[in-house]
């Protein structure tokens, strides 16, 4: 078996990395099978050497083939992405199995838990009590679905999540499961999505021709970076879809075409002449607003 520099020189030197997958399907697909290999083999034995591999091999899986679908190898080793990445995704799926615990085995379908989500959000975000019946009828109005299926929705999530709200993960950091429930649609990366994108896209728009003009240099590239994201690194639809929009920066869909993959914070910082921390915070403001005018719709 290799030792830890020799599993990290050969997945940051894979072949795989220098073959074009459409002029050479076949050894494409065997590169990347090895390199799969290679780091399921690497976390095996050099990360995670105590811990069953079936307890994360299908997140790794799914975060290597993530990656290699916007890693460029100039911009770095593949592997800081993908520790990167399968850091974020561990954290992700241990939340999943946090909650599918504390809620005792009681399961909610895709539909229903995306609905308690939403009503959970709304309610958090204007200080309302999802008990009130009233409150259950204002919003069963706006969701479309009837008060009585919305209050059953809310009863059986009661019923599902245990006494204590908050729990202790691996690293001994405590979560909150009501914020875990509450926070897929309290961001705009997860509303930035295929399904309803067209209507989030006039609202964007709406938003960011109120900032002041020497931040929308800045929006604009992140704003069409998360729409590249959304629709799966495709630049035509992206160039397509928002086409005659004021956010839409073409300088993102050229960079991509060119170098095959999306500008970093810091690439796009230098392009505007600002720290990674002020573009943070201009970006965070920003959602913010959207996330706002988004809620007002909703409810």
Excluded at 42 to 63: M, N
Excluded at 213 to 222: F, G, V
Aim: proline residues 1%; aromatic residues 8%.
């Amino acid at each position: 078996m290799f030792t830890r520099e020799e599993f990290e020189n050969l997945i940051n030197n894979s072949p795989l990395f220098y073959v074009d997958k459409d002029s050479n399907s076949e050894l494409y697909k065997t590169e990347k099978y090895a390199l799969f290999t290679l780091l399921t083999d690497y976390y095996h034995t050099c990360i995670f050497p105590r811990k069953p591999l079936e307890d994360y091999s299908y997140t790794l899986i799914e975060t290597a083939a993530e990656c290699l679908k916007y890693y460029d190898k100039s911009k770095g080793e593949f592997l800081h992405l993908f520790n990167k990445a399968m850091k974020r995704n561990l954290g992700i799926a241990k939340a999943k199995e946090l909650i599918d615990k504390h809620r005792q085995g009681i399961k909610l379908s895709t539909y229903d838990e995306q609905m308690v989500r939403k009503v959970i959000s709304l309610a958090n975000s204007k200080n309302l009590d999802i008990h009130d019946r009233a409150v259950q009828t204002k919003m069963a109005v706006a969701l479309g679905i009837g008060a009585d299926r919305l209050a059953e929705l809310i009863r059986i999530n009661d019923d599902a999540v245990a006494v204590s709200a908050t729990v202790a993960n691996d690293d001994g950091d405590e979560v909150e499961l009501f914020d875990l429930q509450a926070s897929k649609t309290d961001t705009l990366e997860e509303i930035i999505t295929k399904d309803g994108l067209n209507e989030l896209i006039l609202q964007i728009d709406s938003v960011f021709q109120t900032v002041q003009a020497r931040q929308k240099q800045l929006l604009s590239l992140l704003l069409t970076i998360e729409i590249v994201k959304a629709l799966e690194y495709d630049i035509k639809a992206t160039v397509n879809l928002l086409h005659g929009y004021a956010f839409f920066n073409t300088q993102i869909t050229d960079w991509c075409e060119k170098h095959g993959g999306i500008p970093t914070a810091k690439q796009i910082g230098e392009i505007c002449g600002v720290s990674e921390q002020s573009l943070s915070r201009t970006y965070k403001n920003f959602k913010e607003k959207v996330l706002r005018e988004v809620k007002k719709i909703s409810i």
